[in-house]
DNA sequence: CCCCACGATGACTACGTAGTCGCTATGTCT
DNA sequence: AGACATAGCGACTACGTAGTCATCGTGGGG
């Protein structure tokens, strides 16, 4: 005997109980046909007493199934992964999947590999990589599907699907436009992390919509998604008095952005105009309401969701990858024409 | 055979191609001693070679152990849920286990019981509960441990731990008393979804805080933790001349109840004070910088990990559940006296 | 120089489930 | 009425791992 405590009953105690056998115990709980009204009842009823459950790990030993989906993520601790996240469970959950995390931290050295051998050993069907990352390092080979949610990564695995990457990249592009359009010379840009795909993909897109207008290129300053540094990044911003325009690629940092501004005596939206990304709930009630994109991240999850288990369940029929999901910019007071 | 599709390596075939027995690489995978150096490198290489990886799965079964701690959640998408899934998961990791998660979503007719279900037939080792919920339901049984965060749940578990009930009290009446101490005559309250245990105790925290003072007790307002119901009970708010503090159970509903006072050509602090609870990163960067509670997330999903581990490792042995985590009320500009 | 202790390894087995196949009883068709 | 299909169920088995115990070889003490 391995373990002392005593364990969960088990399908065969149940079948006991109900004087069947342990066939058809399996039988009534995975709802096969061939099984009498009356002897699927009996057998409920004695699961009941028992408190039976079916014994996951063992029907993943046999079937190769574990009806579970890792996500690898990096610190969902923002509203973006964040709120991704909760609809990736709720999609999984309508799909009878359960979700694993594994969150590959900045301050954490093991790094994503760590984080998907994590998810291996644990045994998922599937893995979704939130963000696809390039740490540089060598590619990872899985042996379970992949789907990503943005640009490719770079993974070795059977199969790898992947969203379309339209992400923030039309509306990144549209973001700038719409303040060029407003008669700004050129735009600022507090970019995200580099290590984010999501970051990496607003500031090209950025940095597209400048060059394609010929608008001058500043320098991009990079944040780390948090009000602070967009707090830090927008004092040196404010000194400069060129700057009529910043465009911050989460609405966190554009938060903090606009707090420097104000301190530093400049007026939003008739000093610098200040626009985000993402659509927090709080972009319509800070001062001013904040000019940002909507990122249905609700739809993306369950699209994605649903084409991943799509192919799970039958690999020969993969549907078209879904439709891109929209983003719409949102315009609110925090943009308005240059100051005269 | 039941599975068509090709399996993943088995322990067996790493000890085929090693030269050695199927037993001899398990005990080289569980680091056992009594494995000459020399055999464990052929094994590893072996291991290496065929891409092998230990199955959870079978592991699973045979020891009854899973590495795995399910996380019962009321929607993770605002701030202090979601931080403190961050930090449980990080910390869940550093104790070598991983974290599965079922939220209950308020719009969500399967309650908890069956997000609970779900975790068991998953398999865990045991089950945090982020928000005892009080649903009115029968009591859930369930043959893990279980460990609350905060007050206790209607569960019948082998174990139940549970992380001392502090939490949002003493902050709570700490916010209404300094909101007292600045002369206001009384507070008023936002409160959050009666569901979740958190908006409970804050606003019995906050009740008591008044009574203890022999303040007036205005009728709380319920509002659902999102910034626009914050906005829109704060209209209600604003109409009425009494009201001149307000403490919202969190930053996102205070934010919202701002704007609607601004809106109302109220000053904040000015005529109205307005304390938030979470400090939520942009609570000190909007306009004006909130005065808030900060709650220590990532200590309580630390010290509340590190218990359950102690437990789950040495039954016989608990540990003395660790001290409350420190609430800190953070005073910024939005408080002030009432206008005289 | 023999016996024994001990280190290193292997054979065997159980964990709980579902696939496969075989058996029995009950119709059903000719 | 006899051959035969079919529904309902059980016996047997494999999945990959780790516990238990047996086996082999080697070095040290009597």
């Known amino acids: 005997m ?41 057998v409920l009823a004695a699961a009941q007493q028992l408190g ?64 998907v051998d994590n998810l291996l050993v644990q045994g998922v069907d599937a893995i979704i990589l939130s963000e696809p990352i390039d740490d540089g390092e060598a590619p990872i080979t899985v042996d379970v599907p992949v789907l990503t949610l943005g640009g490719a990564p770079s993974v070795q695995a059977p199969t790898v699907l992947s969203m379309p990457a339209a992400e923030g990249g039309a509306a990144a592009t549209e973001v700038t436009r719409h303040l060029l359009a407003l008669g700004h010379r050129t735009v600022h840009h507090i970019a995200g992390p580099q290590r984010w795909w999501a970051a990496r993909e607003r500031q090209r897109s950025w940095h597209e919509a400048l060059t394609a207008t010929n608008a001058a290129v500043p320098q991009a300053l ?40 104000h301190e530093a005596g400049r007026q939003v939206p008739g000093d610098v105009s200040v626009a985000g990304f993402d659509d927090i709930p709080l972009a319509a009630h800070v001062t001013p309401p904040l000019t940002t994109v909507s990122t249905d991240n609700a739809e993306l999850a369950e699209n994605g969701l649903h084409y991943l288990t799509a192919f799970l369940a039958d690999p020969d029929h993969v549907p078209a990858a879904p439709q891109t999901h929209q983003h719409r910019i949102i315009v609110r007071n925090s943009t308005g024409p240059p100051p005269t």
């Open 2 to 42: 391995v373990d002392a405590g005593k364990r969960p009953p088990s399908g065969t105690a149940v079948a006991l109980l109900a004087g069947v056998s342990q066939k058809t115990v399996s039988r009534v709980f995975n709802n096969e046909p061939s099984v009498t009204e009356e002897t699927r009842t009996r």
């Open 52 to 115: 039976y459950r079916p014994n996951g790990a063992a029907r993943a030993l046999l079937t190769g199934r574990h009806d579970r989906i890792g996500v690898v993520s990096l610190s969902t601790a923002h509203y973006g992964p964040s709120s991704l996240l909760v609809a990736l469970e709720r999609a999984a959950r309508r799909a009878n999947y359960s979700l694993i995390v594994a969150n590959s931290f900045d301050d954490d050295a093991s790094g994503i590999k760590a984080a």
């Open 222 to 261: 990079t944040g780390d998604w948090t009000p602070r540094s967009g707090y830090e990044l927008g004092r040196e911003l404010a000194r400069d008095p060129d700057v009529t325009a910043i465009f911050a690629a989460n609405d966190d940092m554009a938060i903090g952005a606009i707090h420097a501004l």
